[in-house]
């Protein structure tokens, strides 16, 4: 089994997040309604309408929010790759 290395793991995840992260913001600014109908067609029946908020967009908000997700993708895709090469040393796992 080939180990992940968990800087690169956790670098492609944060990237990925941040790309996600950019195009629902661009999403949610564009199509208000379209995204809040696209999120509750996951949710079986919840409805997440009554969460849109009528505050005005700021760049600090947009730019606290993708470092809040990037970080958060970086840490879970690092610990996915410790925890991969980890379940890889397992004898009982191969």
Do not use: E
Request: glycine residues 10%; hydrophobic residues 45%.
């Amino acid at each position: 089994m080939d180990k992940l290395n968990p800087w690169r793991v956790g670098s492609a995840t944060a990237l990925t997040t941040a790309v996600i992260s950019v195009v629902c913001a661009v999403a949610v600014y564009l199509f208000p309604q379209g995204t809040v109908d696209f999120v509750n067609s996951w949710t079986h029946g919840l409805d997440f309408t009554m969460l849109r908020s009528d505050r005005p967009w700021t760049l600090g908000g947009l730019a606290y929010g993708l470092f809040n997700v990037t970080l958060a993708g970086f840490v879970i895709g690092a610990l996915f790759a410790c925890c991969y090469n980890l379940v890889g040393k397992c004898s009982c796992c191969r």
